[in-house]
T-cell receptor, first 109, second 114 residues
Framework: GQNIDQPTEMTATEGAIVQINCTYQ??????LFWYQQHAGEAPTFLSY??LDGLEEKGRFSSFLSRSKGYSYLLLKELQMKDSASYLC??????????WGAGTKLIIKP | IAGITQAPTSQILAAGRRMTLRCTQD?????MYWYRQDLGLGLRLIHY???????GKGEVPDGYSVSRANTDDFPLTLASAVPSQTSVYFC?????????????FGPGTRLTVL
């Protein structure tokens, strides 16, 4: 079966760095996406990885290791507005997205 | 319209009733999707359409139907609603299903079936 695993909840302090991990087992791999979802709102796109390595975009970076079935999202200089759920999704061999349940990130002052 | 819209924003529905959730995008995206999001679960794909005139079944299609008569609209119909269909429904679109483009999401419809 297809499976995406992420921690359910994480807590971090404003100004700090947090790493959210995602492991996956899917039928085929055609890229991995990270989305941010604030409570009561729609998911919004953060990053896309299809090759191994690190993609940096401002305060956010995403890493992929295809051989390990592993990705992480790194958030630096945390701000209160970063409190949200972070969703990991893998595009499978049918080009459909398989979604993890999301990681709720709580930022404390 | 700017982006992707959904209607209604929320709805309370009696079990057994028929309901159509509307989704419209003005980005000329070829591919469109319907997901449901339930607490503790990831987004689950109900139906998708890679291009106007074609549709396909996702992970949880039972009890739902879709049509794609044109590029912009992708309505989702619940033929006879049941309480287990209580959920938040998101419509999404992307330029092309086969390439590395992100999906854009509508604001969602919160549906309660009693």
């Amino acid at each position: 079966g297809q499976n995406i695993d992420q921690p359910t909840e994480m807590t971090a302090t404003e100004g700090a760095i947090v790493q959210i991990n995602c492991t996956y087992q899917t039928s085929g791999f055609n890229g991995l996406f990270w989305y941010q979802q604030h409570a009561g709102e729609a998911p919004t796109f953060l990053s896309y990885n299809v090759l191994d390595g690190l993609e940096e975009k401002g305060r956010f970076s995403s890493f992929l290791s295809r051989s390990k079935g592993y990705s992480y999202l790194l958030l630096k200089e945390l701000q209160m507005k970063d409190s949200a759920s972070y969703l990991c999704a893998v595009r499978d061999s049918n080009y459909q997205l398989i979604w993890g349940a999301g990681t709720k990130l709580i930022i404390k002052p | 319209i700017a982006g992707i819209t959904q209607a209604p924003t929320s709805q309370i529905l009696a079990a057994g009733r028929r309901m159509t959730l509307r989704c419209t995008q003005d980005m000329r995206h070829n591919a469109m999707y319907w997901y449901r999001q339930d607490l503790g679960l990831g987004l689950r794909l109900i139906h998708y359409s890679n291009t106007a005139g074609t549709t396909g079944k996702g992970e949880v299609p039972d009890g739902y139907s879709v049509s794609r008569a044109n590029t912009d609209d992708f309505p989702l119909t619940l033929a006879s609603a049941v309480p287990s269909q209580t959920s938040v429904y998101f419509c999404a679109s992307t330029i092309s299903a086969g390439e590395g483009h992100e999906q854009f999401f509508g604001p969602g419809t919160r549906l309660t079936v009693l």
